[in-house]
């Protein structure tokens, strides 16, 4: 019976679980896909940002407590980690910090966290210089209404409660069904 049991509770475990694959910036061969940059990628957990220009890709995250930006040369997906990159939002401008040994750029300035927290849609223009290469990358940063103070989603604390509770009254129902059948009549 307990063996039962734990097989139900893998079984609902597994089937309740979110997929993990996603579709990716690349196709099979490694072509980018022609569809324009969503403002937040598909199954994210956080507000987000894509944009490319012919020579530069960039791919924005907002966290709790930085809003990190990963820029790759559009051609090779190789990580820009050298260089300096601008963002400006409005009349707010800041200077990112370069993280070369993670290959991401990371703005910290309180004024700018605190207006990509908004719910809306902000239009972000990066300046990015590396080398002997500039380039201006335009995209736009959503913020839902459903985001708190840090950055957080309130929807996926409500999907995980739902999961464990549909898979604890999968597990009950499962023990409770062996329980009835091996009760003599």
């Not at 924005?60 to 809003?67: K, N, Q, R, S």
Request: charge should be negative; hydrophobic fraction near 45%.
């Amino acid at each position: 019976m307990i063996r039962t049991c734990l097989a139900a509770l893998c079984l609902c475990a597994a089937l309740s679980h979110p997929a993990l694959a996603g579709p990716g910036a690349h196709g099979p061969n490694g072509e980018h896909l022609d569809a324009p940059a969503a403002g937040v990628p598909a199954g994210a957990a956080r507000p987000g940002i894509e944009a490319s220009t012919e020579g530069f890709e960039l791919v924005g995250t907002l966290h709790a407590d930085e809003f990190s930006v990963l820029v790759d040369r559009y051609d090779t997906n190789e990580p820009v980690t050298t260089g300096t990159l601008e963002v400006e939002l409005g009349p707010i401008k800041a200077q990112a910090r370069l993280h070369a040994d993670i290959g991401d750029f990371s703005f910290a300035d309180p004024k700018l966290l605190a207006a990509l927290r908004q719910p809306g849609e902000h239009v972000l223009v990066f300046t990015l210089v590396t080398g002997h290469d500039t380039d201006l990358i335009e995209g736009a940063l959503r913020t839902p209404p459903d985001t708190d103070a840090r950055g957080q989603w309130h929807a996926g604390k409500l999907a995980a409660a739902v999961l464990a509770g549909l898979a604890v009254l999968a597990a009950a129902v499962t023990a409770w069904r062996l329980r009835r059948r091996r009760t003599p009549r």
